[in-house]
């Protein structure tokens, strides 16, 4: 399956179909534990355990289904699927083995990461974190000998700079330190780091990957062995549960399909923006302006379905804005097939203190705009009438 197309891949990589009972599609293994040991000479083996399966907490079919599909999109050897974006970044986190050396990482992160970051990650490991701005990292030539790590966001959350991967992964491959990527906001048919220098690519399964709004997940990629991973995996418990897998393997097979509307959409939404009199500002990589297209050109097959923007009126201009929206729906999250907006401020960026903000790029007047796979029309027409409510 590995060389055959995107769409090839995500709709056909991990089936489980049994010729006994001729299913098209892959089964629900409702199943807390399993018979063990399995003495069937024809039982099928957890690729995690090398062994039947046993306990779903460890494996279970429709959750390895899930994490063959995600690996091939990925284009990663390795993979484990999580029950949220985070319990894979805090199970990868605990698991490196950093020799007592620090973790450079960005400081534009998710609010949740950053606060992982700051508040638990040296209390637990002992190991440090140095964070900087994503420009001062794609500016770097060298990175010390002092760090076992540096971990970043390809587009980042919520101001949507773009790492330079290629740059940053071969100084961190000359260096022999381990490069970790969130690459949520590009989905793995707009990037697939593993190719461009990453050691370890993270998602929040909970968006693109899923693409429905309606569960949670994470994922690890990666093409080095994952026995600690798997291992943390087990003493955390943040395992997928297999009905949770079921869904997001089948929104999965429709990745390439919506990140090419998507990567549209947001793209002619920019653009409306960019021209618009009550707009302050534009966010999007895929405007020849953007200080980061040349960054992006490289490093992205696509420009996305993120965007940010300021508008006039500073956070009562942005709420105003938010909430005169018809068809557009406030809330937090972002990736779905439906287009959804929110202020970083009140919500994913609430607990990160204003010092942070200010380096991060997040001002109060910053909409984020998770752009659907509605007609563009429509949508351009429901933003250009609430600006319209605007002084
Ligand atoms: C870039 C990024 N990484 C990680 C996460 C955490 O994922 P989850 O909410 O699935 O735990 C999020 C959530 O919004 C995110 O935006």
């Given at each position: 399956?590995?060389?055959?197309?995107?769409?090839?891949?995500?709709?056909?990589?991990g089936?489980?179909?049994?010729?006994n009972?001729?299913?098209?599609v892959?089964?629900?293994?409702?199943?807390a534990?399993?018979?063990?040991p399995?003495k069937n000479?024809s039982?099928?083996e957890?690729k995690n355990t090398?062994?039947?399966?046993?306990?779903?907490?460890?494996?279970?079919p429709?959750?390895?289904?899930?994490?063959?599909?995600?690996?091939?999109?990925?284009?990663?050897?390795?993979?484990?699927?999580?029950?949220?974006?985070?319990?894979?970044?805090?199970s990868?986190?605990?698991s490196?083995?950093?020799?007592?050396?620090?973790?450079?990482?960005?400081?534009?992160?998710?609010?949740?990461?950053?606060?992982?970051f700051?508040?638990k990650?040296a209390?637990?490991?002992g190991n440090?974190?140095?964070?900087?701005s994503?420009?001062?990292l794609?500016?770097l030539?060298?990175?010390?000998?002092?760090y076992?790590?540096?971990?970043?966001?390809s587009?980042?959350?919520?101001?949507?700079?773009?790492?330079?991967l290629?740059?940053?992964?071969?100084?961190?491959?000359e260096q022999?330190?381990?490069?970790?990527?969130?690459?949520?906001?590009?989905?793995?048919?707009n990037q697939?780091?593993?190719e461009?220098?990453?050691?370890?690519?993270?998602?929040?399964?909970?968006?693109y990957?899923?693409g429905?709004?309606?569960?949670m997940?994470?994922?690890?990629?990666?093409?080095?062995d994952?026995?600690s991973?798997?291992?943390?995996?087990?003493?955390l418990g943040?395992?997928?549960d297999?009905?949770q897998?079921?869904?997001?393997?089948?929104?999965?097979?429709?990745?390439?399909?919506?990140?090419e509307?998507?990567n549209?959409?947001?793209?002619?939404i920019?653009?409306?923006?960019?021209?618009?009199s009550k707009v302050?500002?534009?966010?999007?990589p895929?405007?020849e302006?953007?200080p980061?297209?040349?960054i992006?050109?490289?490093n992205?097959?696509?420009?996305g379905g993120m965007l940010s923007f300021r508008?006039?009126g500073?956070?009562?201009?942005?709420?105003?804005?938010?909430f005169s929206?018809?068809?557009?729906?406030?809330?937090?999250?972002?990736?779905?097939?439906e287009?959804?907006?929110?202020?970083?401020?009140?919500?994913?960026?609430?607990?990160?203190n204003?010092?942070?903000?200010k380096i991060?790029?997040?001002t109060?007047d910053?909409?984020r705009?998770?752009?659907?796979?509605e007609?563009?029309?429509?949508?351009?027409?429901?933003?250009?009438?609430?600006?319209s409510?605007?002084?």
């Amino acid at each position: 399956m590995s060389n055959k197309g995107f769409n090839t891949r995500a709709v056909g990589s991990g089936e489980i179909k049994d010729e006994n009972y001729g299913n098209v599609v892959t089964p629900i293994f409702e199943n807390a534990t399993f018979i063990y040991p399995n003495k069937n000479p024809s039982r099928k083996e957890d690729k995690n355990t090398k062994d039947s399966y046993i306990y779903s907490r460890w494996g279970n079919p429709t959750v390895t289904a899930l994490e063959e599909k995600y690996a091939s999109v990925e284009g990663a050897n390795n993979s484990l699927a999580f029950s949220s974006g985070m319990a894979a970044i805090t199970s990868l986190m605990l698991s490196l083995d950093l020799k007592g050396k620090k973790v450079l990482s960005v400081i534009d992160l998710y609010g949740q990461t950053l606060s992982f970051f700051k508040n638990k990650f040296a209390r637990m490991t002992g190991n440090e974190v140095d964070l900087v701005s994503t420009d001062t990292l794609n500016a770097l030539d060298i990175i010390t000998k002092d760090y076992g790590a540096v971990y970043l966001e390809s587009i980042t959350n919520p101001s949507i700079k773009v790492a330079d991967l290629i740059n940053i992964g071969k100084i961190c491959k000359e260096q022999g330190i381990t490069l970790i990527v969130d690459a949520t906001f590009a989905s793995p048919f707009n990037q697939n780091p593993l190719e461009i220098g990453a050691d370890y690519v993270v998602h929040s399964g909970t968006k693109y990957l899923n693409g429905h709004s309606d569960t949670m997940s994470g994922f690890i990629g990666s093409n080095k062995d994952m026995a600690s991973q798997f291992d943390m995996r087990k003493n955390l418990g943040g395992t997928i549960d297999s009905f949770q897998a079921y869904l997001v393997q089948r929104g999965m097979k429709t990745l390439g399909l919506r990140m090419e509307r998507h990567n549209k959409n947001a793209r002619d939404i920019a653009e409306f923006l960019h021209e618009h009199s009550k707009v302050l500002e534009v966010f999007y990589p895929g405007l020849e302006d953007s200080p980061y297209h040349h960054i992006a050109k490289r490093n992205l097959g696509g420009y996305g379905g993120m965007l940010s923007f300021r508008v006039k009126g500073g956070l009562d201009g942005a709420r105003k804005l938010i909430f005169s929206l018809k068809h557009i729906s406030p809330a937090p999250s972002l990736g779905g097939v439906e287009s959804l907006v929110t202020l970083p401020v009140d919500t994913s960026h609430s607990s990160v203190n204003s010092q942070d903000r200010k380096i991060m790029g997040v001002t109060d007047d910053m909409v984020r705009l998770s752009v659907g796979i509605e007609d563009v029309e429509d949508l351009i027409e429901d933003i250009s009438s609430s600006l319209s409510h605007l002084d």
